[in-house]
Structures are given as C-alpha cells and as structure tokens.
Nanobody, 122 residues
Framework: QVQLVESGGGLVQPGGSVRLSCAASGSMFPTDAMGWYRQAPGKQRELVARIRGGGSTTYADSVKGRFTITRDNAGKTVYLQMNSLKPEDTAVYYC????????????????WGQGTQVTVSS
C-alpha cells in the first residue's frame, strides 16, 4: 500500500507561481510512476504531468512550458512547479502513483492523495 500526502497550493494571482509537493509512504517500487492530475468544477479529472521511474516525463499540452515535474532521489517525493499560472489552472490537484505489475497479465494499480486546491485569481 502507498499513502500520499500533498502540500502546497492555495490562492495565487494570474502569472504567479506555486509549487506542489507530494510525499509517499509505504512500499514504493523503482518502476512506479508518480504524477499529478487535476479536476476543475464540472470537469473530468485530467492528467497534468507524470514522471516515470526512469525519469521520463509527460505533460498535458495545456501546461507544457509552464509546469515542471520532478522527483527526489529516493523516489518518494514528487514536485510540481507551476509558473505563469492562468485562471483556467484553477482546480483540485491530486497526487498519483501508478504501479504496473506483470504477473500472468498486466495489472495496474492507482494510488491517490486527498487533493489540494489551487485557485488562480486576482
């Protein structure tokens, strides 16, 4: 089992910056991917950024060039640096661990944090 605790977020003005952190406890595998999703009111949860065990990253088109995802050397804390924030970035941001296990077949396991609110407004 993996437990995730997010921190950061809050109210920020358009054009501002904020950094989110997510600390994982429990058993983490080197191959686990860590990432951030967000959900705005009335919208579906969407992937914002993901970093895999090998360090490769994926970003949503809407945040490319503005957001940066990083991971500490122990692989148990993930950060999301958000710059040039826009009102449309307002959402609850969720930390995620994606674990893929191959036994007789491919199995995916998702672990979620409780979410942290980011509000971009003047």
């Amino acid at each position: 089992q993996v437990q995730l605790v997010e921190s950061g977020g809050g109210l920020v003005q358009p054009g501002g910056s904020v950094r989110l952190s997510c600390a994982a406890s429990g058993s983490m595998f080197p191959t686990d991917a860590m990432g951030w999703y967000r959900q705005a009111p009335g919208k579906q949860r969407e992937l914002v950024a993901r970093i895999r065990g090998g360090g490769s990253t994926t970003y949503a088109d809407s945040v490319k060039g503005r957001f940066t995802i990083t991971r500490d050397n122990a692989g148990k804390t993930v950060y999301l640096q958000m710059n040039s924030l826009k009102p449309e970035d307002t959402a609850v941001y969720y930390c995620n661990v994606l674990r893929v296990v191959y036994k007789t077949a491919r199995h995916e396991y998702d672990y979620w944090g409780q979410g942290t609110q980011v509000t971009v407004s003047s």
